[in-house]
């Protein structure tokens, strides 16, 4: 699973550092190897299935990408706690099933938490993502 941000930054030259000459576009990518089991339960309508599943998840910290001029990003959290939830419907006719599928991806623990001081207001990252698939299944019969 990949996370980040991009931000436009104002730059300016040394002689006039209130004259804004340009932006430049800084992107970070947090890329984390995630592990999310699921309970899931069907329902066969004959030829429409209906399913909803859920469970914890754990994202691992693996690497990031910045082109930010400070490269100072250890204060993120290398481990996010989150969970995974969602639904779908199957048609199926004979061995093909055709899929709409409905995820959401809630994260309990912050990817960075930074308290308030004297210089700063404080940062508190966390994230809440969704999906919509679609997907073709084949089916073996035994």
């Given amino acids: 699973m990949q996370k980040g941000f991009q931000e436009k930054v104002p730059v300016t030259s040394e002689e006039f550092p209130e004259i804004i000459i340009s932006y430049k576009t800084c992107k970070t990518t947090i890329n984390y190897l995630t592990f999310s089991p699921k309970l ?11 399913y909803l599943y859920a469970g914890p998840r754990i994202d691992i910290q693996t690497n990031y990408e910045t082109d930010y001029l400070t490269n100072n990003f250890s204060g993120y959290n290398k ?8 639904g779908g419907i199957e ?3 004979k061995s093909i099933g055709v899929l709409l599928e409905i995820s959401g991806y809630p994260e309990f623990s ?3 938490n930074e308290e308030p001081s004297e210089t700063s207001a404080g940062l508190k990252i966390t994230g809440q993502s969704y999906t919509i698939s679609t997907g073709i299944k084949y089916h073996i019969s035994q």
């Fill in 110 to 112: 912050p990817i960075k």
């Fill in 79 to 86: 481990t996010v706690w989150g969970a995974t939830y969602g």
């Fill in 91 to 93: 048609y199926r006719i």
């Fill in 40 to 50: 899931s339960v069907n329902y066969d309508f004959d030829k429409l299935i209906a």
